[in-house]
């Protein structure tokens, strides 16, 4: 996802995938630890959305915006 769908989300759904994310990511590894990820550039991709919802979320809360 780029930025600007980040930023068009409620602050709500964002924590909703936030939360989504961090469990794709755990998943990931765990999987990776076993020997069955085949896709390991899906960890740079989730790492990168879970920075860029954190960013939109901390600049909401900077700015006083919990829309």
Sequence with gaps: ?????FESESSQGLHELLVNLRKEFV????QKKLGQCNNFSR???IRKSIARSLTVLNRR???GKNA
């Design 1 to 5: 996802m780029d930025i600007v769908k």
């Design 27 to 30: 998943n990931l590894a765990f």
């Design 43 to 45: 960890f740079s991709l």
């Design 61 to 63: 809360k900077r700015e």
